[in-house]
């Protein structure tokens, strides 16, 4: 792919979330769809109304907002949906929303230049005021258009749930009565947003609006997609990274009734027919003969080894404070500590499919889709059209951690190469099964870091320094350019690089191990931090151990230039009832314990308190999870507790099972037996505290996931003395 994100600078890139220099003012990009300012609204339908690139209103009196980011389960459609309907003053109950089509010019990702998708928490962040705006500029032209048909001062016209009304002459009308009028008159150049004081909405409670969809199954995801004559595409892709079909034998696949081809891609053998189970039956009886001459054949267990050799080697320094080797050379004592994680599967409970139809001049998609600029761009590449000629239709996800925005476009790519294939003859649905999710790639990658430091007199940390070994997500993306600097992949040192604690001497190096593995990694729920923010809190609490000191109390005492990460430590302490004991155990021999972390990824502030009863055996059990975070302004409080909630059992799972292992370059899990996801009999019991705040609101969908692995370790060691330094935690505590 020939695209490059050049054009916004890395350090808003990364610092997306934190909305201080990137919104976009009125009227500028937000009204481009009415023409920008001074322009009349325009009507899509016989009395619509439409102001912008955001608010559709209906002679109905429905109101749709048009959501630009993906809604896969994280809230995002009731989030964006709030921030229009509070300014607008609308009835809830008569606001709608549908997904965007792809157009960066109208619907970029603030927090990523010209670049449209869904990601890095940046949802309600970037458009916290764009679509304030939008609302406000709606209800303005609404407002202004009553006015001159009631010839009354638009001052004296209040608006409230839908309905727009003048006090004096005792005069009504609903948002539809006025859409007509308002769509002829000039958006406003300026509008004056409520006074938080004022919000009916924001921060109070909204039935999410993709619950009812969801519950009747009429929520529309890529597979309830049908099309005149589209077929299925089931693919035979090879068991190792990097091989390629040297010949296929397809006589017994022909076979199977209802078969419609079998064709061969750059990656595998895809077989179409008229429904997946036929697709599938015939896809298992090919024969193909691969060429693994440049494939991949690492084992996990050697990748371990080669990564524990290279962090005994210094290597590119991310973030320098003072000089930490000459302290640590200096120190009679130095703590050492190693922690290890493995590959993981995104393991979403949608896996990868796609629908995608060719025309003459044009490529239409329907897809859960993330990562709209990037995914244009790739077909419109391969196909050798204009983005713009290239349709994308955002629907539901069922889950995405990540997955759907693959820099590399590769499931779309996969079904635009089955598709050019068969000559474009027919539509075509993509489906991969579970196993096909699971073992064709794609990881958060695997990572070894390697800690040291040195203690002063008051037991505070005079030196820390950490070494971090693994893959890059960013090399050889269009990423690249924003998002590598020096060498230093942004994403594989954040949460360590930016460290707030107090330490004099604190050094942070990366060895990027690109060149020696092969295994396609990518961006996983919280990225960096799923490593960085385990290594740092469980390291930080082997140091308040060997210091003597309370594990909150020695944050604590690290965090005065960080107001923000000590309130919600304090806070989540406090809830849990930290330095107060807990209940014995009932059961004979049985221990418990209680551990802490506290974490920021992406301009969110979470810390958790976990509590654990481990059995005589080693077995364990979580029994509670103290959350408190601080998101800034809460736009959906209760959004923000399921994504808390929500995140917390995704990383539980991880910590406790969670593996990709590879021997000989193969995959060795396949699907939920072997990868488990948590069961509801295992989730904890969980409390989510939410910081009072004025601050910018920030992303919620990842960072409830870093402190939990962490917390969790450091729980099991209060209840059992022991460490542990590696993920998934599986049957460590049993051997």
């Known amino acids: 792919m020939k695209m490059q994100i050049t054009n916004v600078s ?12 990137l919104s976009v003012s009125l009227p500028g990009a937000l ?78 990702n603030l927090f990523w230049g010209p670049t449209q998708g869904t990601g890095g928490s940046t949802a309600i962040g970037n458009s916290f005021e764009q679509l304030r705006q939008a609302g406000a500029a709606a209800r303005a032209m609404l407002v202004q258009a009553a ?90 892709h090879p068991s190792r990274f990097g091989g390629k079909v040297r010949s296929v034998d397809d ?39 691969w060429d693994e001459s440049s494939a991949y054949h690492g084992s996990s267990d050697a990748i371990l080894a080669d990564y524990r050799k290279l962090a005994g080697t210094p290597g590119l320094v991310a973030r320098k404070d003072g000089d930490g080797a000459a302290a640590l050379d200096k120190a009679a004592k130095v703590i050492e500590a190693e922690y290890a994680f493995p590959f993981l599967a995104h393991a979403a409970m949608e896996p990868i499919n796609c629908v995608m139809r060719l025309g003459t001049d044009s490529c239409e998609v329907w897809n859960g889709e993330q990562f709209q600029t990037v995914d244009q761009a790739n077909l419109a590449a391969f196909f050798g059209l204009k983005p713009e000629q290239v349709t994308l239709h955002m629907l539901y996800a069922g889950g995405s951690f990540g997955r759907r925005a693959n820099p590399m476009s590769d499931y779309l790519l996969e079904t635009a190469q089955i598709v050019k294939a068969i000559g474009g003859r027919a539509p075509v649905k993509l489906v991969w099964s579970r196993e096909d999710d699971m073992r064709a790639g794609y990881y958060r990658p695997a990572f070894l870091h390697r800690l040291r430091a040195t203690l002063g007199a008051d037991g505070k940390p005079q030196a820390w320094e950490q070494r971090i070994v693994g893959q890059s997500i960013i090399k050889g993306s269009p990423f690249e350019g924003v998002m590598i600097k020096d060498g230093i992949d942004a994403t594989s040192v954040e949460g360590a690089a930016n460290l707030p604690y107090a330490i004099p001497n604190l050094q942070i190096e990366l060895h990027t191990t690109n060149d020696a593995v092969k295994v396609p990694v990518q961006w996983w729920r919280s990225v960096g931090s799923t490593h960085t923010g385990h290594a740092t809190e469980v390291f930080l609490d082997e140091l308040a151990s060997a210091a ?33 004991p807990l209940a014995a155990a009932k059961d004979k021999g049985a221990k418990r314990g209680r551990g ?140």
């Open 10 to 21: 890395r350090r808003d890139f990364l610092k997306a979330g934190a909305g201080l220099t």
């Open 596 to 735: 802490v972390a506290v974490h920021e990824s992406f301009h969110t502030f979470v810390a958790q308190v976990v509590e654990v009863t481990v059995a005589a055996d080693g077995s364990f059990k979580v029994d509670r999870v103290v959350c408190a975070v601080d998101c800034g302004v809460a736009v959906n409080p209760d959004v923000i507790r399921a994504q808390m909630e929500g995140g917390i059992g995704f990383a539980l799972a991880a910590a406790l099972t969670g593996a990709v292992t590879l021997k000989d370059g193969v995959v060795e899990q396949s699907n939920f037996h072997d990868y488990p996801v948590l069961r509801i009999g295992e989730m904890p019991k969980v409390e989510v505290h939410i910081v009072p705040s004025a601050e910018k609101p920030t992303g919620v969908g990842e960072p409830g996931v870093p402190p939990l692995a962490p917390a969790l370790a450091n729980a099991l060691h209060a209840a059992t003395g022991k460490r542990i330094r590696s993920l998934p935690i599986a049957e460590q505590l049993k051997a």
């Open 147 to 236: 006015a001159e048909r009631w010839k009354v001062p638009a001052t004296e016209i209040s608006v409230k749930n839908g309905v727009v009304s003048h006090a004096k002459s005792g005069r009504k009308a609903r948002f539809g009565e006025l859409a007509e009028a308002a769509a002829a008159l000039p958006v406003p150049q300026q509008v004056t947003l409520k006074d938080p004081k004022n919000f009916s909405l924001i921060g109070r409670h909204v039935p999410r609006k993709d619950s009812v969809a969801k519950t009747t199954g009429t929520a529309q995801f890529t597979q309830d997609v049908k099309l005149p004559g589209m077929l299925v595409a089931v693919v035979a």
């Open 548 to 580: 003597g000191a309370d594990p909150v109390a020695y944050r604590m005492a690290l965090l005065g230039s960080h107001p923000r990460h000590a309130g919600v430590l304090k806070l989540a302490a406090d809830k849990a009832g930290w330095g107060k």
């Open 251 to 289: 006589k017994a696949a022909r076979a199977v009734a209802g078969v419609a081809d079998v064709v061969t891609i750059p990656n595998g053998v895809a077989v179409l027919a008229g429904d997946y189970w036929t697709a599938k039956k015939a896809r298992d009886a090919l024969q193909v003969e």
């Open 31 to 108: 009204l481009a769809a009415a023409g920008g300012p001074g322009i009349a609204g325009s009507a899509t339908a016989a009395g619509d109304f439409t102001p912008n690139a955001f608010v559709r209103i209906g002679a109905d009196s429905t109101v749709t907002v048009l959501s630009k980011h993906l809604e896969m389960g994280q809230g995002v459609y009731t989030g964006l949906t709030t921030l229009v309907a509070e300014e607008l003053d609308a009835d809830w109950a008569q606001v709608v929303v549908e997904g965007a089509p792809a157009d960066a010019k109208r619907y970029n």
